[in-house]
């Protein structure tokens, strides 16, 4: 199936449909650490795309690779105006792995989450405010980012916490062990283990999505 994709992207010429397709191979190559496929797929995709998503999915791939100085060079090229708390964020994060902490203070203090900030922007905000010296700040965006993931999908961002060296300084506190023990608090279908049957390939076929 993923050979079908990376086959499907080098031909498709519909714009909405290549972006759909390259997100879902780059998520792939993220989850199973093939970094070097993920970094081209990532690079391709932010040329191509130049918005703030295309960027901060580079950004996450350099990141993991240990590359912040090219994350820093990455989200500092993008245009100002498409800036996004996730963005900033992530940013934040690569300035504190290159020593530029008081670069990483300012930017996280111009960070505003809004109210319903998805799991994945929460957990870069949690991450940045850990690598800026700020404990409690990331504790409680760790703890909203846990109770906004869907059950089914808590278990692998907790992993992520654990094993994540943002979060190294503070593995070791009580406050930290507290909240890895987060519920969710999203319903999700019996069916699918989502939060709606928007996503679910039986869609319309079952009698919780008929109702």
Same mark, same amino acid.
């Given at each position: 199936?993923?050979?079908?994709?990376?086959?499907s992207l080098e031909t498709e010429t519909n714009a909405a449909r290549w972006e759909y397709l390259a997100r879902a191979l780059e998520h792939f190559y993220r989850t199973e650490r093939m970094y070097k496929e993920a970094l081209a797929l990532s690079q391709k995709k932010f040329e191509r795309l130049k918005d703030a998503r295309s960027a901060a999915a580079l950004a996450e791939t350099?990141? *993991?690779m240990s590359l912040p100085a090219d994350a820093? *060079?990455?989200l500092q090229g993008l245009d100002g105006e498409k800036a996004t708390p996730a963005t900033q964020s992530l940013l934040a994060i690569a300035l504190a792995n290159v020593d530029r902490l008081n670069e990483a203070k300012q930017v *996280?203090?111009?960070?505003?989450?809004p109210k319903e900030a998805g799991p994945a922007v929460l957990y870069s905000a949690a991450r940045m405010y850990a690598a800026t010296g700020s404990a409690d700040r990331a504790v409680e965006t760790l703890r909203r980012c846990f109770e906004?993931?869907?059950a089914g999908q808590l278990e692998a961002f907790q992993d992520h916490a654990r094993k994540c060296a943002d979060f190294a300084a503070l593995a070791p506190t009580a406050q930290f062990?507290?909240?890895?023990?987060?519920?969710?608090?999203?319903?999700?279908s019996k069916c699918s283990g989502g939060a709606t049957c928007a996503g679910c390939p039986m869609r319309g076929k079952c009698p919780s999505s008929r109702q």
């Open positions: 199936r993923i050979g079908q994709l990376q086959e350099q990141l *993991a820093v *060079a990455t *996280a203090e111009s960070v505003e989450l906004s993931v869907p062990v507290s909240v890895l023990k987060t519920k969710s608090k999203v319903p999700e």
